[in-house]
């Protein structure tokens, strides 16, 4: 392997760096990414049942908001329940863009890896048929071994540009739809659960509405009476 590096020239030391680097970053996305901590499955339950008990408090809210980003999601819509259904919505979308940024964090690192790492390899060879043509004018086509290391450097550097390049791309994909996907589904978690709540109290005011109708009803009878 050290070989083959030498043979490829100084270009190929930041071409590896830039391997090392997608790795890190390609370990540190799939942890970060995990469905089960961007979206906990049981997250909105325990949410309703904290409402339905009338416990989300400001301490409440404050841990819901640091505990996943489906709960920094959920807490932007319930810190705004009291100013009606719209608002609550517009500050669901805006907190949801806010965490969709975060989730973005590196990829636009793995995409500029994706994009150089060829560049860089394609700079290896042009370096490298220089290499071969400065030895041809100097020393003619008589030393096969010049040659062929020029033409080695060449090639050494494009293949592992591309090596580096094209799964860096594929993961850089992957990540981004992944994101994307977890980003709608947040927000549509976090506005079922705002319509859930509304329904709720629509549903509560028109029966305390039925009840006082009625107990009016029944006063008016008996005063008649």
Not at 82 to 92: D, P, Q, S, T
Request: charged fraction near 20%; aromatic fraction near 6%.
């Amino acid at each position: 392997m050290l070989e083959i590096i030498k043979a490829g020239g100084f270009l190929m030391w930041p071409i590896l760096a830039c391997s090392v680097l997608a790795t890190a970053i390609i370990c540190e996305r799939f942890w970060s990414l995990r469905p089960k901590r961007i979206l906990p499955p049981r997250l909105v339950a325990q949410v309703w049942q904290l409402y339905r008990k009338r416990q989300l408090d400001s301490t409440h809210l404050r841990h819901l908001q640091t505990s996943s980003p489906l709960g920094a999601v959920l807490a932007a819509g319930l810190a705004n329940y009291h100013y009606g259904r719209e608002v609550m919505k517009e500050a669901i979308e805006d907190a949801g863009r806010q965490v969709a940024h975060e989730l973005e964090r590196f990829l636009n690192s793995l995409g500029t890896i994706a994009s150089i790492t060829p560049l860089l390899g394609l700079l290896g060879t042009v370096l490298g048929m220089i290499k071969v043509f400065s030895a041809i004018t100097t020393l003619g086509v008589g030393d096969p071994k010049v040659l062929a290391g020029g033409i080695s450097e060449a090639l050494i550097t494009t293949a592992t540009g591309l090596s580096v390049a094209i799964p860096t791309l594929i993961f850089h994909r992957y990540f981004q739809a992944r994101v994307d996907e977890l980003v709608l589904g947040m927000e549509n978690e976090a506005l079922r659960f705002i319509e859930i709540m509304h329904s709720e109290q629509d549903t509560s005011d028109l029966e305390s509405s039925e009840a006082s109708s009625a107990s009016y009803v029944k006063q008016s009878a008996e005063a008649d009476a």
